[in-house]
């Protein structure tokens, strides 16, 4: 597979988490979020929603190139699709 600037697979055969994962530094300043192929569907869409957040994070710090904090923040308050809050999942069989 072609690599993915700041994008990473991740398949471990130990672990339940197989996904993506999108990682940015600017000024030492990190962000970082994580793409489960069971939250999102499967690897291509964990990957599609991995690299439209990856497009999101570049846009704004294109936005504000001197105050990377403030692009990753807002970056975080943004919520993809698919994406549920931190403890909150839908229910087994349920249609989400």
Sequence with gaps: MKSIRNITRFTYEFT??????????????HFTRYFSDKQFGGEQESLEAALSVRNLVLEKLRLYPNDPARAFDECREHQPVGLFPKGIRPRKGSAA
């Excluded at 339940?16 to 300043?29: A, E």
């Design 16 to 29: 339940s988490f197989q996904g993506w994962r999108v990682t940015l530094c600017r000024n030492q300043i």
